[in-house]
């Protein structure tokens, strides 16, 4: 019999809705780290992420039947779990406000080089909590992206099956949302004060 190990995460979601804490215990070691990031990203609080985190297990567990592999893998499923609980985080404790959407922005050509804009090495060498304030003021679809693409390292694909969109709606959103990130970082910096650089432990902003 193979190892638990080795299974593929919807197998472990069935065993583990039959009761099998085994299974669990290698899903949730398995889905754990990525799914708190997303979440640490949207609340940039360890504590409410821990807390969060563990809700989306609780959450996989008692909706984990509602499961359609059609739909996208496991992984995927936990996601929106995550991105449901993170909105009615932010309904509770909202702080910053969507910004008013650009027209401007929405005439960017989608054919211009992918990459030009902030990216997570760019945000990095940013003041931390100035590039915080930016990311969370952007508008939801455009905040998901940065979120999953730059600070969760996903490629576009995976982004894709978490967001429930196709390939290119991530790649145009991202670039747009790159486009209004640096407007904003730009029109909050102050010429004559030095950024200083982020230390290791400004890594995950």
């Not at 290698?26 to 807390?51: C, D, G, M, N, Q």
């Not at 985080?89 to 804009?117: C, K, M, S, T, W």
Request: proline share 5%; aromatic share 8%.
């Amino acid at each position: 019999m193979d190892s638990l190990e080795t299974r593929p995460d919807r197998e472990l979601l069935e065993l583990a809705l039959r009761g099998d804490e085994s299974a669990f215990r290698v899903l949730y070691e398995r889905l754990k780290t990525p799914i708190f990031r997303y979440v640490f990203h949207w609340t940039y609080s360890e504590a409410a992420a821990e807390e969060l985190t563990q809700d989306v297990f609780i959450l996989l567990l008692k909706e984990g039947h509602k499961y359609k592999r059609a739909r996208g893998d496991v992984s995927a499923f936990a996601f929106g779990i995550a991105r449901n609980l993170v909105r009615s985080f932010h309904r509770r404790e909202r702080v910053y406000q969507e910004l008013p959407a650009d027209p401007g922005l929405e005439q960017i050509p989608n054919g211009e080089r992918e990459g030009e804009g902030p990216s997570a090495e760019l945000i990095r060498r940013e003041d931390v909590l100035r590039v915080r304030s930016a990311i969370a003021s952007l508008p939801d679809h455009y905040r998901q992206v940065i979120v999953l693409c730059d600070l969760c390292e996903l490629g576009y694909a995976e982004a894709a099956s978490r967001l429930e969109c196709a390939v290119g709606t991530v790649r145009s959103r991202l670039h747009r949302a790159h486009a209004l990130l640096g407007k904003k970082l730009k029109q909050s910096a102050k010429p004559e004060m030095e950024l200083p650089a982020a230390g290791p432990e400004e890594c995950l902003i």
